[in-house]
């Protein structure tokens, strides 16, 4: 069965939502496969709304398009996820959290330029795309893997270890200390002019286009990213077997769903699973939602309680 999703200001009503119905209550936090990625209303969805499950579920979700993992671990920024998860007199006790993390960060640090807004040079290892003449002085101006600057992808993948180590750790300072957190991978992007409002042209392919990458490395290069960025999420699982497994950390590799069916490479629209560059159509959306529910409901019956 479908779950009900109670966005987090609910939270604050008189009387708030009524979870203790609900056989368990997850929290969520994501950037935005747990929310609307497009303004077409009609073809709009996100995981939380296709999981599903043996019992009922209520998702109390804290999401919101554009979140990063930064946001996610800064109460500044949010003021309903840390204030639910651990703030004492206010926090929940929860049997699972959710958290949709790893993406719009690769999305926002692919889109830094060589030379910031203030005119002055952006030094590689604060970026991780590299110009054709970096790249080729890198090794060939013509292979995916000599767009990407090391240094820069070191940084962003330190960043998001230490801020999933940062929300475990903040998981384990309140009421749901040692309960699972749920996170997963990203089926791989075309890159196509295919976007929303604010952002008409997607995310990569302005960014790739700025750069003047060559159109025959965009796609293998955005493979070769999202791979990185699938095998850093999987060594987070607890039962990885690497060193930077972490304790209670479920990963579902949505990323190997062979279901999901890629956009055209060109098409400005609508396209395969996808409603536009990096969103799934709630076609799409379905497809992971069944198994990643059923990975879920397998999961928690490990957990007492």
């Not at 270890?161 to 998981?171: C, G, H, P, Q, T």
């Not at 397998?298 to 957990?303: E, F, G, N, W």
Request: glycine share 10%; charged share 15%; with cysteine.
């Amino acid at each position: 069965m479908r779950p009900v999703v109670y966005p987090a200001d609910y939270m604050l009503r008189d009387p708030p939502p009524p979870l203790e119905q609900y056989a368990r209550r997850l929290l969520a936090e994501g950037d935005s496969w747990f929310t609307i990625g497009t303004l077409n209303l009609p073809r709009a969805s996100n995981v939380l709304f296709t999981l599903e499950f043996q019992q009922p579920v209520a998702i109390v979700n804290c999401a919101y398009p554009g979140h990063t993992l930064h946001h996610m671990v800064d109460n500044l920024h949010d003021p309903y996820f840390d204030r639910l998860l651990r703030a004492p007199g206010f926090a929940s006790y929860w049997e699972a959290l959710l958290i949709s993390g790893g993406g719009n960060d690769l999305i926002d640090a692919a889109a830094v330029g060589p030379v910031g807004s203030d005119g002055q040079a952006v030094p590689a290892a604060m970026r991780l795309l590299l110009t054709p003449a970096e790249a080729a002085a890198q090794g060939s101006a013509d292979q995916a893997l000599s767009y990407v600057s090391e240094a820069g992808w070191s940084v962003l993948a330190g960043y998001l270890r230490s801020n999933f180590i940062e929300l475990v750790a903040r998981r384990d300072q309140g009421p749901s200390a040692g309960r699972p957190l749920f996170t997963h991978t990203y089926a791989t992007p075309t890159v196509r002019a295919s976007g929303t409002v604010g952002a008409k042209q997607g995310w990569l392919h302005p960014a790739m286009e700025k750069l003047g990458i060559p159109l025959p490395v965009r796609q293998p290069l955005a493979e070769l990213l999202f791979g990185r960025l699938r095998a850093l999420l999987l060594e987070l699982d607890q039962d990885s077997g690497l060193p930077g497994a972490l304790p209670q950390v479920h990963v579902f590799d949505s990323a190997a769903l062979s279901t999901i069916v890629p956009a055209t490479p060109g098409a400005t629209g609508i396209s395969g699973d996808w409603v536009n560059e990096i969103h799934l159509l709630p076609e799409g959306y379905k497809k992971m939602g069944l198994p990643f529910g059923q990975f879920i409901d397998q999961t928690l019956a490990r957990y007492p309680g």
